[in-house]
């Protein structure tokens, strides 16, 4: 049996989060989420709006009752931005389990690391339960859990780029390093790329473009839920050791 994915002492069944952004509507936004079966939804606390009620509201069509909202600092440049808006959030809803992300620059959305520590440090002290977007650094990361970040989510490459798991091995390398769940956070484009960073042994896939800006996003929310899954499975029941030479699936005595 596998073991239950758990955050912070929660525990869901699915492996796959899912953002809230970029779809034509909140009506689009909650069947890919559904198709999806993912249990927890970011939510990017500057662009999507969750309490003016004279607008539209994402909660009219997820049901916080049913998912687990965690609002992200998306669009965030300085930990100072992003200890703000999380701060607003939780006032707006009463979230703790939130996501930092601490950008560097317009043009890579690189994290930069620097601004993020600062950040995390702040947000933990303030009571909050930070799972964090990071680099694929192995060093970072183990400083992040040793600071009390409940999750790493290292990039699997630049986000929306759809480029895939660019750097398998400093995955596996922070995989190995922190005993936190790890969450490949960003860059996935296809069902391939997210079935690959859960062999990896990653406990987790973060995405929302590769959905979002599918032809068929419901469809690809469908895949990307099979995908995890046989990924995660695939990393359980264990790859056959990689060869330099044939190996015969019949034997090759007893031959006529």
Not at 6 to 24: D, E, I, M, N, P
Request: with cysteine.
């Amino acid at each position: 049996m596998d073991e239950p994915f758990t955050v912070a002492g929660r525990t869901f069944s699915s492996r796959l989060l899912v953002g809230t952004g970029k779809y034509r509507d909140f009506e689009e936004t909650a069947r890919a989420i559904e198709a999806s079966g993912a249990e927890i939804v970011t939510v990017a606390v500057r662009r999507v709006n969750v309490s003016d009620p004279s607008q539209p509201m994402l909660v009219d069509y997820v049901d916080p009752k049913k998912y687990t909202y965690l609002p992200n600092t998306a669009g965030c440049f300085t930990a100072d931005d992003a200890v703000r808006t999380l701060r607003l959030a939780r006032e707006a809803g009463g979230w703790s389990l939130v996501k930092l992300e601490v950008l560097g620059d317009q043009k890579t959305l690189y994290p930069n690391m620097a601004e993020t520590l600062v950040a995390a440090e702040a947000l933990i002290a303030d009571g909050f339960q930070v799972m964090v977007y990071c680099a694929d650094d192995p060093i970072a990361a183990k400083r992040l859990e040793d600071m009390g970040c409940v999750a790493i989510m290292p990039l699997g490459s630049l986000i929306g780029s759809g480029l895939g798991i660019v750097n398998p091995y400093t995955i596996r390398l922070i995989k190995e390093s922190v005993s936190v769940p790890v969450l490949v956070d960003a860059g996935v484009g296809s069902a391939s790329d997210a079935a690959v960073a859960m062999e990896l042994g990653c406990d987790g896939v973060l995405m929302n473009t590769a959905i979002a800006d599918a032809k068929d996003p419901i469809r690809m929310a469908h895949a990307m839920r099979l995908a995890v899954q046989a990924g995660r499975e695939s990393y359980l029941a264990g790859r056959m050791p990689r060869k330099s030479f044939a190996d015969p699936s019949s034997p090759i005595t007893g031959l006529i």
